[in-house]
């Protein structure tokens, strides 16, 4: 049996008066993702418990069939364990986005795009200044970057359970007013926040693009604080290989941790430009090797979170003309096969972030048989009677089949 996985990240939405008061998934056009709900399973799944925060990192831990509630300890370790940064048991990975903040608001949580390269200058100018035993700065894709902070026998760690930090995204074009770290070592990661914003103020990268009309990235952003999850791997808990394929560290961080490889894809950047049709193909070639493949897809969460619809809808598209379509064809002839599309949260337009409420799903294949829905959208998910409300309980119903979960 092969298993495929797409996850048009954050593509469930609220109807937009821009596109007639239709969802992102009721304008775009999506025949393929049609043809699997006609033939399979339309249905519902909540994947980020009220008591966490309504983020990849929980939601995709719950798709991929661990409860968060039990091996969720924050975004920052799972972005560590992608960039191969070893932590101790005590130590603590951090977040750190490169944002844009002007008189107190966020302009953009991610420097408007920052390249890769320019990130790396700017991390590596906070390291030169900053970084000690304690702190270090690592560099990794576009604005999403690393701190560690290491525990020494004569320097604890500062941070705690009790420790709150918020997502920047969350505060597009808003006010960062009382967004602050709180708590345990927020004294320490505000510090740290305030001394970067010097070092930034008048580096030639932000020099530069300021000089060609792009935003500079202003400062850090500190959060998503977290020690190394413990969690049994995929082949432990399901018996199955599987490889994840994405542009974004906190995926193929999830994936070190379940024991995937990870398959990189030239030119797959986590923005609208990414190399949908490379993803396709390289995700058809790695069903030759693997139980399971799982493709993710960022440009659609990117869209959302700058409140952009036709983007939103154009990023979908691509996933249902290259990814989807191909992906489907190439399981079918390994005989038995099953398929399954899903976001991991709404990451609506109108309000640039994340939320909790339900997201909509389908799968066929070997062992499923058409509920009768058809369509995929929110209002039509919302009607089946096959859900999820705690979502990570559906990859067993997805891996076994409805006769055996």
Not at 285 to 290: M, N, Q, R, V
Request: hydrophobic fraction near 40%; glycine fraction near 10%.
């Amino acid at each position: 049996m092969k298993y495929v996985m797409i996850l048009p990240d954050g593509c469930a939405d609220e109807p937009i008066p821009m596109l007639g008061d239709r969802t992102i998934l009721e304008a775009a056009r999506i025949p393929n993702m049609t043809q699997i709900a006609r033939q399979g399973i339309v249905g519902w799944s909540n994947n980020t418990p009220k008591a966490l925060a309504a983020g990849s990192d929980v939601a995709t831990m719950s798709l991929l069939g661990y409860d968060p509630m039990a091996f969720y300890t924050g975004r920052a370790p799972l972005e560590a364990a992608a960039m191969g940064i070893e932590m101790g048991p005590e130590d603590w990975a951090v977040r750190c986005n490169l944002v844009t903040i002007e008189n107190g608001k966020m302009v953009s949580f991610n420097a408007e795009q920052i390249t890769s390269e320019e990130g790396a200058e700017l991390i590596e100018a906070a390291q030169e200044r900053l970084g000690s035993e304690t702190v270090t700065f690592f560099s990794g894709v576009s604005y999403r970057n690393i701190v560690l902070w290491r525990e020494l026998p004569d320097f604890p760690a500062p941070f705690g359970e009790e420790t709150r930090t918020f997502a920047p995204h969350d505060y597009s074009d808003s006010s960062i007013f009382g967004a602050h770290p709180q708590g345990p070592g927020s004294v320490e990661l505000t510090k740290l926040m305030s001394e970067v914003h010097r070092i930034f103020s008048d580096h030639p990268v932000n020099r530069r693009r300021i000089a060609n009309g792009k935003k500079p990235a202003t400062d850090v952003w500190l959060w998503g604080q977290g020690r190394k999850p413990s969690m049994p791997t995929f082949t432990e808990r399901f018996g199955k290989t599987g490889a994840m394929i994405t542009a974004v560290d906190l995926l193929r961080g999830l994936a070190v941790n379940l024991g995937w490889d990870c398959i990189p894809v030239e030119g797959a950047t986590g923005f609208f430009n990414t190399n949908f049709k490379g993803k396709g193909e390289a995700a058809a070639a790695a069903l030759e090797k693997y139980d399971v493949v799982c493709v993710h897809v960022e440009a659609t969460d990117e869209a959302g979170h700058d409140g952009d619809p036709k983007t939103k809808v154009y990023s979908l598209e691509q996933i249902d003309e290259h990814i989807v379509g191909p992906l489907h064809e190439a399981a079918k002839k390994y005989g038995e096969y099953r398929i399954l599309v899903t976001p991991d949260h709404p990451t609506p337009c109108r309000l640039k972030t994340h939320t909790h409420l339900n997201v909509p799903w389908l799968m066929c294949g070997t062992g499923f048989q058409s509920n009768g829905i058809g369509v995929y959208t929110e209002a039509e998910a919302a009607k089946s009677a096959v859900h999820f409300e705690n979502g990570f309980e559906m990859m067993e119903f997805f891996m076994n089949g409805p006769e055996r979960s």
